[in-house]
């Protein structure tokens, strides 16, 4: 009989070995992935430290001799974010599932596995360090290190300390990738420019390997405010969460375990949701059998009287931010129509979620889209670029909407920008691309698109009018000027001035306008 | 003629000096404004005015095209010069911004122009195009440019002369004739000519080509009010050769706005109902569509009287119908042997 060998793997060896599970699954997608993770960290870190964020990102080619559609690329990202403490640096660039996220409250990233991802990535297929330079305010911090992939932690090659007269406080970091930038190029602009439109706080400046400069502008200084840390709700927890919190807990019994490590959960909550699990109050939860825990994850979702998850957690971009977002990004002007919806806070399993929905139509987003409805979808504050049809956005705005009622024929063009924040985003995959339909979510985000698009059909009832007016006003332009000369020409005088006559018209526009201006809006419900 | 053009253009002219949008007054041609007057025996327009404002976004292009019109008449009055519905349609095409869609379109202004001025636009020299024609004993003299007191009689060319601007404007200088024969089709005029009827029967042979247009019409009743001659009207025995009289006779909606086109008195003599029976003509039997336009024609007023209304119940009647060459089954002069100089008599 053969011999079977067990052997246990280091999580940086399972992704290694698996990494297109987490986006890196060929060189152009993982360009994009690297991009992506690294510019996250540094929003997220930006966040934290509550100033409008400064990126700075460089791709460059290393020219080779290499005869291959791939190349290696130096790409370099730069933060104005809170900056690593020197201690955290190593484990936080060098050690998957190290990271600061591990409270439950919205953020980009969950596990702190995308930054680790891209340096792993880097260094599988170039074989260099990566180059981590950070300050807190204090003094700089440069390591280069590379990643002992087997067992999961940092390998420190050098470690220098520079004086920070200047008072820099943020992160750069820079590594090498095998990577293919010509086929992803549209796509990380497009994503650049989606990032700068749901965090309009944000400078965004991007050399390209062609040397190209692209800047994405803030458009305002003001930011969202900062998601408060909670505890997890019951409903939302799962065995294996449920054994974690267990395993390090000083509550001597249950009911303190349950009041202390759960949101919302008061001394009734806790003896009624006890008794429905038939777990006594002054049980040791250290003492608990994997059945009993497996009752109590079971009852959390058959107790019906938990209160709502608390959305404090979360953090909405905000109706006026996302409004100016899309504004600057788009193009848009005072012409066009735009309506950002911020819902209340709402729960799918146990998990708070806020979605957020903007309805854009007119002359601009005609310019920019061409005719239909053009999805925008945004999950946290990140973009999501693939799978488009795939996902609950697509469906809630091209099968649920009916945008007949809203006057929008297939001609027309139409951008809906939909924003989901929730400490737990129904992702459809690990890759994060597209968000699954969650009847809730769906639900909520079908409700905030009808809202916002609300408005659209006064808007193209009104432009309709307009354009009516300013056709019928041509029409004098045209003909006027005929009458004149043929009446002239058949009195045998001269041509007649037909200038007073084309003042009263124009004047009738002006009139039209303002009066199109007092129409109330019309609101429909499909 | 030239006057009443340069008029309309000093209203113009004069409104939109005043700050005015310019706007004219002209009677309504819509259906319910044509009406039938019995003592005139024709159609007539009637009391209800239109105001044709350029101030309204419907009318301003009507109005610049009537004005261009207006213009395009003058240029030819006083130049001299004539034209025809199709040619005006296509100067229009040559100016931007009054073009038509279609011709309909310009024949329709025309006749706008007509009813604002109150005037036939063969008066300011705009013809349809010429398909009828005239043969006989008549002396006229040109009064066109560059043919002014040429005198032509009216047999000089033995396939009859074309009922043009030319003819429309002369001046009638002598006749031997004592009647006129309308006939519907130009092979049957041919025949009449060949077989001398125009000397037999001492008559001027038109031909209308079908439908008469109007200043074939217009010459008819001159020939009636100046010369006295009895007109006599010969087509097919079908709703459309009856109508064909008819408008001779009575005029048609079209042209309610003017007067001196009918001729009441002229005389429809065949082919008559009754004389397919009596002449046991080949017939053919009357389609759905001829069947359909004798039930209008039977409540149409120009045919109140009982004598028309017993002609369509005739061919209602018998279902059938004939054509003027059914009488060549008799031989092909038959119909100016035997055929006309009976119904003459009668």
Same mark, same amino acid.
């Given at each position: ?386 799978? +488009?049809? *795939? !996902? ?7 099968? #649920? %909407? ?5 006057? @929008?024929?297939? &001609? ?72 004149? +000369?043929? *009446? !002239? ?7 007649? #001035? %037909? ?5 009263? @018209?124009?004047? &009738? ?18 | ?346």
């Amino acid at each position: 009989m053969p011999q079977v060998e067990y052997q246990s793997i280091s999580p940086a060896d399972f992704f290694y070995r698996n990494r297109e599970i987490a986006g890196f699954s060929n060189p152009s997608r993982a360009t994009y992935t690297a991009v992506r993770e690294l510019i996250e960290n540094s929003m997220d870190a930006c966040e934290v430290q509550q100033v409008p964020a400064e990126i700075f990102l460089r791709i460059s080619e290393v020219p080779d001799n290499r005869n291959t559609e791939t190349k290696i690329y130096v790409m370099r990202v730069e933060d104005n974010g809170t900056g690593l403490p020197a201690e955290h640096i190593p484990q936080a660039f060098g050690q998957v599932f190290y990271g600061s996220k591990y409270e439950l409250k919205q953020a980009r990233g969950t596990f702190g596995l995308g930054g680790t991802m891209a340096v792993l990535y880097g260094q599988i297929t170039t074989h260099k360090p990566v180059q981590i330079t950070s300050s807190t305010g204090g003094d700089i911090h440069e390591f280069v290190m590379n990643i002992d992939i087997q067992n999961n932690r940092a390998n420190i090659l050098k470690h220098t300390v520079k004086q920070n007269p200047s008072g820099w406080r943020g992160t750069a970091i820079e590594l090498q990738m095998d990577g293919d930038y010509s086929r992803i190029m549209y796509r990380l602009i497009e994503y650049l420019k989606q990032t700068a439109m749901v965090n309009p706080y944000a400078d965004i400046t991007y050399i390209g390997p062609k040397g190209r400069l692209y800047k994405f502008e803030r458009g305002t200084e003001k930011l969202p405010p900062l998601p408060v840390g909670v505890k997890p709700h019951p409903h939302g927890v799962d065995v294996e969460a449920f054994r974690r919190l267990i395993s390090v807990t000083k509550s001597k019994n249950m009911k303190t375990f349950m009041m202390d490590n759960f949101q919302g959960v008061g001394n009734k909550t806790a003896e009624r949701f006890l008794e429905l699990a038939q777990i006594s109050l002054k049980a040791r939860p250290k003492m608990l059998s994997p059945e009993d825990i497996l009752r109590i994850v079971r009852s959390t979702k058959e107790y019906g009287n938990f209160k709502r998850p608390d959305a404090s957690c979360l953090s909405p971009i905000g109706e006026e931010l996302m409004e100016t977002g899309i504004k600057k990004e788009l193009g848009l002007t005072d012409e066009d129509y735009i309506k950002v919806v911020t819902r209340k806070p709402s729960t799918y399993l146990g998990y708070p979620f806020i979605v957020e929905a903007a309805v854009a139509t007119g002359k601009n987003v005609r310019k920019m889209h061409g005719s239909g409805i053009t999805t925008y979808r945004f999950a946290n504050r990140i973009p999501l670029l693939f799978d +488009e049809s *795939s !996902g609950v956005v697509w469906k809630a705005a091209n099968k #649920n %909407i009916n945008w007949k009622t809203y006057n @929008v024929e297939s &001609d027309t063009s139409v951008v809906v920008a939909v924003h989901v924040c929730s400490t737990k985003i129904p992702y459809k995959s690990v890759g994060k691309e597209f968000m699954a339909d969650q009847p809730e979510v769906e639900k909520e985000i079908t409700n905030a698109i009808r809202e916002a698009a609300r408005g659209v059909r006064g808007f193209m009832s009104r432009r309709f009018r307009l354009a009516r007016e300013k056709r019928r006003l041509n029409i004098f332009n045209k003909f006027l000027p005929k009458i004149a +000369e043929f *009446s !002239g020409r058949l009195a045998e005088k001269d041509t007649p #001035n %037909i200038e007073p006559l084309l003042r009263v @018209v124009s004047t &009738d526009i002006h009139e039209v306008e303002k009066k199109l201006e007092e129409v109330p809006e019309i609101v429909e419900e499909s | 003629m030239e006057k009443s053009l340069t008029q309309l253009g000093n209203l113009i002219y004069e409104q939109i000096n005043n700050q005015e949008f310019p706007w004219i007054h002209m009677q309504s041609r819509s259906t319910d404004n044509i009406l039938y007057d019995t003592n005139l025996r024709q159609y007539v327009l009637g009391p209800r005015m239109i105001r044709r404002h350029s101030r309204n976004i419907r009318h301003i292009r009507p109005f610049t095209q009537l004005i261009w019109t207006a213009w395009f008449a003058k240029e030819l009055v006083t130049q001299k010069k004539t034209s025809t519905l199709r040619e005006t349609y296509y100067s229009a095409r040559g100016q931007r911004d009054i073009e038509y869609t279609d011709q309909q379109e310009s024949d329709n202004i025309i006749t706008d122009l007509e009813v604002a001025l109150n005037r036939a636009r063969e008066d300011f020299n705009i013809f349809p195009a010429e398909r009828s024609a005239i043969f006989g004993d008549l002396t006229i003299e040109y009064t066109v440019p560059g043919y002014e007191g040429r005198r032509t009689n009216l047999t000089d060319h033995p396939d009859g002369i074309m009922i043009g601007p030319a003819i429309t404007s002369s001046e009638f200088i002598e006749t031997s004739a004592d009647k006129v024969l309308v006939i519907e089709k130009g092979a049957m005029f041919n025949r009449l000519v060949e077989e001398k009827a125009h000397e037999k029967f001492n008559a001027l042979l038109i031909q209308t080509a079908g439908q008469s247009p109007r200043s074939t019409r217009a010459i008819i009743n001159r020939l009636y009010t100046d010369y006295n001659l009895p007109i006599y009207i010969f087509t097919d025995a079908d709703p459309w050769g009856l109508h064909i009289a008819m408008v001779i006779i009575s005029g048609s909606a079209n042209a309610a706005h003017l007067r001196g086109l009918a001729t009441p008195d002229a005389k429809w003599i065949g082919v008559l109902g009754s004389d397919i029976l009596n002449y046991k003509l080949p017939t053919e039997p009357l389609t759905e569509y001829d069947h359909k336009r004798l039930f209008e024609l039977k409540a149409d007023p120009r045919y109140k009287d009982q004598f028309w209304q017993d002609e369509l119940d005739i061919l209602l009647k018998i279902e059938q119908k004939a054509e003027l060459e059914a009488f060549s089954k008799y031989g092909l002069t038959y119909i100016v042997d035997e055929y006309l100089p009976a119904k003459l008599e009668s």
